[in-house]
């Protein structure tokens, strides 16, 4: 079964400090993998994605995230966080190339404290 | 640019009544969606659509109705609200639909609650 797994429910950090969002996801094939942001009272946006090349792919607003097949993971980093990272954060698996059939993390939201 | 807007953005209705969501997009993409959002449970999908007049049900389709008569619009039905009932509703489009690394672009959501 396919499946998406972010382990942490909130995270909080300081502003300035790095930021590491874990994701794991479970697929036999190879998978194309989705990072969103939820800031309050709006839609997701789109932070970046992966779907084949360079594991280490770039997002916007300094948003990084690594693809490993190895440990079916495709964790979000941020090298130094801005108060206006605070949002939620939602990883999301496409396993059959059928965009109805995404599926989402439950989510990590994230705190930066000043 | 484009955007996609959902009315109303909070809905108050009565256990059993009729609602309707709207979802507007001017993106002019094939795809349009409607998730449920609740907290604690992700998003799941309860009706997309791939074309003008198309309905394809998602894994929550079971309680709602939907109806896709332009292009560039997208209407969920909840065909009895439940009492206590508080979600939110998030409408998104996309490009084909058929690709797996597209992007989705979501609107900003309808609140409801039940009373």
């Known amino acids: 079964a396919q499946s998406v797994t972010q382990p942490d429910a909130r995270v909080t950090v300081s502003e300035g400090a790095s930021l590491q969002l874990r994701c794991k996801y479970s697929?036999?094939?190879?998978?194309?993998l989705f990072w969103y942001v939820q800031y309050p009272r709006q839609g997701l946006q789109l932070l970046l994605k992966y779907y084949s090349g360079d594991p280490v792919v770039q997002g916007v607003n300094g948003f990084e995230a690594e693809f490993s097949k190895s440990n079916s993971s495709f964790h979000l980093r941020k090298a130094s966080v801005h108060w206006s990272d605070s949002a939620v954060y939602f990883c999301v698996l496409s396993a059959t190339g059928n965009t109805g059939k995404l599926i989402f993390g439950l989510g990590t939201t994230l705190q930066v404290q000043p | 640019g484009g955007i996609i807007t959902q009315t109303p953005k909070f809905l108050i209705g009565q256990e059993g009544q009729k609602l309707t969501l709207k979802c507007q997009q001017n993106f002019n993409h094939d795809t349009m969606y409607w998730y449920r959002q609740d907290s604690g449970k992700g998003l799941r999908l309860i009706y997309y659509s791939i074309t003008e007049n198309d309905l394809q049900k998602g894994d929550l389709s079971e309680g709602y109705d939907a109806s896709r008569e332009k292009k560039s619009s997208f209407s969920l039905t909840v065909t009895s609200a439940q009492k206590n009932e508080m979600a939110v509703f998030l409408c998104?489009?996309?490009?084909?639909?058929?690709?797996?690394?597209?992007?989705?672009?979501f609107g900003s959501g309808t609140r409801l609650t039940v009373l």
């Open positions: 998104a489009s996309s490009i084909l639909g058929g690709a797996g690394a597209e992007t989705l672009y």
């Open positions: 697929y036999s094939g190879t998978p194309y």
